[in-house]
């Protein structure tokens, strides 16, 4: 069974850059679809940055241009790049993984497994 760890979150001032990374063990990562969620305190989880088991990448209209997935060099470890933080980022980030349906989950219901989290603060 896959099993997910989060870290690299912290506090930064708005315009700032974060990455985050999300260490995989137990399975493959490319055997799922991987996805980086976020959710603000009041507020609905929400998917922001996905990555199918070929390669191809999608993110949120929110995020687009300012975050990017790169996998590491070792086979294990994901990372989601955040550029240009804003207040609107400050959120608790999870990483995810679920199965493949007609291509790759974009509510959190769609994944299985979960990270413990890691937050992210950006103050104006």
């Known amino acids: 069974q896959i099993q997910l760890v989060d870290s690299g979150g912290g506090s930064v001032q708005s315009g700032g850059s974060l990455r985050l990374s999300c260490t995989v063990s137990g399975e493959p990562y490319r055997h799922y679809c991987m996805g980086w969620f976020r959710q603000a305190p009041g507020k609905e989880r929400e998917g922001v940055a996905f990555?199918?088991?070929?390669?191809?990448?999608d993110f949120a209209d929110s995020v687009e241009g300012r975050f990017t997935i790169s996998q590491g060099n070792a086979a294990n470890t994901l990372y989601l790049q955040m550029n240009s933080l804003n207040a609107d980022d400050t959120a608790m980030y999870y990483c995810?993984?679920?199965?493949?349906?007609?291509?790759?989950?974009?509510?959190?219901?769609?994944?299985?497994?979960w990270g413990q989290g890691t937050q992210v603060t950006v103050s104006s």
């Open positions: 990555l199918d088991t070929d390669g191809t990448k």
């Open positions: 995810a993984a679920g199965p493949r349906d007609n291509g790759c989950p974009r509510v959190s219901s769609g994944y299985w497994y």
